[in-house]
């Protein structure tokens, strides 16, 4: 198994920016792909961005294409979510997700989650 904690979460200002990371233990991280995910309060839960456990591929929800930035450091066996011009609607508990020898795409099975990091844009 695989172990997620999220980290980076907290208040901002809309326009703003944070960076969540993914850290991982146990199996090798270089073998799983990484999904983010959020939910809002009274909403459903929703992709936002995935990465390929090669790290090739990545994909990003259209809510966030052009702000949000995913990237994985190996050696640190960290997946980051670099969130830039942040919004009040991408308010939400962010957590990241693992899936072993996956592409990271949005239907992708995720079988390991943290437990989530709260981000809050305030207008």
């Known amino acids: 198994q695989v172990q997620l904690v999220e980290s980076g979460g907290g208040l901002v200002q809309a326009g703003g920016s944070l960076r969540l990371s993914c850290a991982a233990s146990?199996?090798?991280?270089?073998?799983?792909?990484v999904g983010w995910f959020r939910q809002a309060s009274g909403k459903e839960r929703e992709f936002v961005s995935g990465i390929s456990w090669i790290g090739g591929s990545k994909y990003y929800a259209d809510s966030v294409k052009g702000r949000f930035t995913i990237s994985r450091d190996i050696a640190k066996s960290t997946v980051y979510l670099q969130m830039n011009s942040l919004k009040p609607e991408d308010t939400a508990e962010y957590y990241c997700?693992?899936?072993?020898?996956?592409?990271?795409?949005?239907?992708?099975?995720?079988?390991?989650w943290g437990q989530g990091a709260q981000v809050t844009v305030s207008s």
């Open positions: 997700a693992a899936d072993f020898r996956g592409n990271g795409h949005p239907t992708s099975r995720f079988n390991y």
């Open positions: 146990g199996r090798t991280f270089s073998n799983y792909a």
